[in-house]
């Protein structure tokens, strides 16, 4: 039985996912036990935390949000996890991930950033590949619907509470940052492309504003995916629908459509987690569903939020993983050419 799941799983979709942070990391999860051609293309513009004291020390890519998407795809032990894991609680290394040092050490054994990733890659034995979108020193910069901008990733949730207002778009500084080759080829060899879930301005749009990225998504006949947030996020978006989530999309890729499906929660958010994030200005994302299709994107409503989690509302891995599959299994066709099987979306 083991041997058929393993089979199955190694000849199994390609599915490329495209994000970073949590959001990303939680739909990896449960997608590595549906298929082992698995594609982590990471945004690189954080620079807050034990990241970015990296970049600024040692003048490396942030490495955080590829090391949470490694731990997401690990096979290894769970005394390597806890490893990879631990945060140094004291002294100048205070709040640093061992996992980012250990990043930034086999970047200076391989020479490169993309080299130090094949190598954690290897030692973490994890299924599928990580790429980081580009590995150029690159800045988040967001102007606001006042007129007002600021430059870095970790500062625009304060000065947006400041401003007291939308976010008008984002983009990257340097404006053309040089792609990672590698990650346009696994989005056109794609089966399935998933934006999200994770926060919108910080997380996934970021990507789309690396040269190539927006052509090889818009070019693709996969299925294409936008896993909407189950909650609206604090400092960001505050008061968005599902529908205002994808018209930034479509926004930050020149108006080119993306996605071909917009994957809903279904499944009320609990009454005991409401006033929490009420205090945060956060309500569970309102589905305007005639926006949506306007835009030319169906509606996909599935139960995908963890009904566990005591604390957050959150995606569960495997419910969400459930529901990817089960849209490609409705939306794609087969397609088989000289003993290969792809998957196309449907005409």
Do not use: W
């Not at 599915?15 to 959001?23: D, E, H, L, P, R």
């Not at 954690?120 to 901008?149: H, W, Y």
């Not at 818009?218 to 909650?231: D, K, Q």
């Not at 509302?313 to 087969?334: F, G, Q, T, V």
């Amino acid at each position: 039985m083991k041997k058929q799941r393993k089979s199955a799983r190694a000849s199994g979709p390609n599915i490329v996912a495209i994000g970073g942070g949590t959001g990303l990391s939680t739909a990896l999860r449960g997608l590595k036990c549906c298929t082992e051609n698995l594609t982590a293309i990471v945004t690189m513009a954080d620079d807050g935390g034990g990241s970015g004291k990296l970049r600024e020390d040692l003048g490396m890519p942030p490495p955080g949000d590829v090391r949470h998407c490694m731990q997401a795809l690990a096979n290894a032990e769970p005394l390597m996890d806890e490893l990879i894991n631990y945060r140094f609680p004291e002294g100048t290394l205070k709040g640093q991930s061992f996992g980012n040092l250990f990043l930034a050490a086999l970047m200076g054994i391989t020479g490169s950033f993309e080299g130090a990733v094949a190598s954690m890659s290897k030692v973490l034995a994890i299924t599928g590949r990580v790429l980081p979108v580009t590995c150029d020193d690159i800045q988040l910069v967001a102007k606001f619907e006042n007129g007002t901008q600021v430059v870095g990733e970790s500062k625009i949730c304060a000065f947006k509470k400041a401003q007291d207002c939308r976010i008008s778009h984002v983009r990257l500084e340097p404006r053309t940052p040089k792609v990672n080759a590698e990650a346009v080829e696994a989005i056109r060899k794609a089966d399935l492309i998933l934006l999200g879930p994770g926060s919108l301005y910080t997380s996934i749009i970021p990507n789309l504003l690396v040269d190539g990225i927006v052509d090889a998504i818009a070019e693709s006949h996969a299925l294409r995916v936008y896993v909407c947030n189950v909650m609206t996020q604090d400092g960001e978006t505050e008061g968005y629908t599902a529908g205002d989530h994808l018209k930034a999309l479509m926004a930050h890729s020149g108006g080119r459509k993306l996605v071909d499906y917009c994957l809903v929660n279904s499944e009320p958010v609990p009454d005991y987690l409401l006033p929490i994030y009420a205090l945060q200005n956060s309500e569970p994302i309102r589905l305007d569903r005639e926006v949506i299709e306007a835009l030319g994107v169906e509606v996909e409503l599935q139960p995908v939020v963890d009904p566990n989690h005591k604390c957050l509302a959150r995606h569960d891995s495997d419910r969400l993983a459930k529901a990817i599959m089960k849209l490609m299994e409705d939306h794609s066709m087969r397609v088989v050419e000289q003993g290969t099987t792809r998957y196309q979306r449907e005409r």
